[in-house]
């Protein structure tokens, strides 16, 4: 089993910048697929980015393409989401997700959350105008 922690969450303004990390504890990290979903106070949750297990694969949020950009480091356990050019509109709290699973060019896997075995706990992140 794999516990994911959040990090790097905060208070920033409009057209800031701000990079999330999410470290995974166990072995296999790099079988997993790993996703970054959000949701905002009174909606519901909403994909955000997702990348395969090598890293060879990502797909993004119309919301957000062109501005965040997920990674990972698996020597290091961890996924990033650099988020640039943040808009009010980000706020929300972020989750990180993983998937034991390879899902190769499946884009509809990808971005389904109830597909992710394993969530973390949330960083929150606030955008102010």
């Known amino acids: 089993q794999v516990q994911l922690v959040e990090s790097g969450g905060g208070l920033v303004q409009a057209g800031g910048s701000l990079r999330l990390s999410c470290a995974a504890s166990?072995?296999?990290?790099?079988?997993?697929?790993m996703g970054w979903f959000r949701q905002a106070p009174g909606k519901e949750r909403e994909f955000v980015a997702a990348i395969s297990r090598t890293g060879g694969i990502t797909y993004y949020a119309d919301s957000v393409k062109g501005r965040f950009t997920i990674s990972r480091d698996n020597a290091k356990n961890t996924v990033y989401l650099q988020m640039n050019s943040l808009k009010p509109e980000d706020t929300a709290l972020y989750y990180c997700?993983?998937?034991?699973?390879?899902?190769?060019?499946?884009?509809?896997?990808?971005?389904?959350?109830?597909?992710?075995?394993?969530w973390g706990q949330g960083t929150q992140v606030t955008v102010s105008s």
């Open positions: 166990g072995r296999t990290f790099s079988s997993y697929t």
């Open positions: 997700a993983a998937e034991r699973m390879g899902w190769g060019t499946n884009a509809v896997a990808y971005v389904a959350e109830d597909e992710y075995d394993y």
